[in-house]
């Protein structure tokens, strides 16, 4: 799946108090997707859950609103990981 356009929407302030913008869109004023996308971002933030799943650092601000980790290399060490463990428990 693609994901959003990474120019679109920046993290302004990643500490309290957490600010999210969004580039509006200039002749159609239809900002429902990318409000909702930096309102996602920010109830994360604030619940402290805007960070990689793997390496711990802040996510950022180009990935998916519901996205786990900060990078490919990092969603593949961590599925190794779990297979790795899958195949621990069954030996
Ligand atoms: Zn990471």
């Not at 650092?57 to 990981?81: F, I, S, T």
């Amino acid at each position: 799946m693609p994901g959003p356009d990474p120019h679109a929407l920046w993290i302004e302030s990643d500490e309290p108090p957490y600010r999210v913008c969004f580039q509006a869109y200039f002749w159609t004023g239809n900002n429902g997707n990318r409000r909702a996308r930096a309102n996602a971002i920010l109830r994360r933030l604030y619940h402290r859950d805007w960070v990689c799943r793997w390496c711990g650092d802040d996510l950022p601000d180009y990935v998916r609103a519901d996205a786990l980790y900060c990078c490919q290399g990092c969603r593949k060490r961590g599925a190794r990981e779990r297979r790795k463990a899958r195949a621990d428990m069954q030996a």
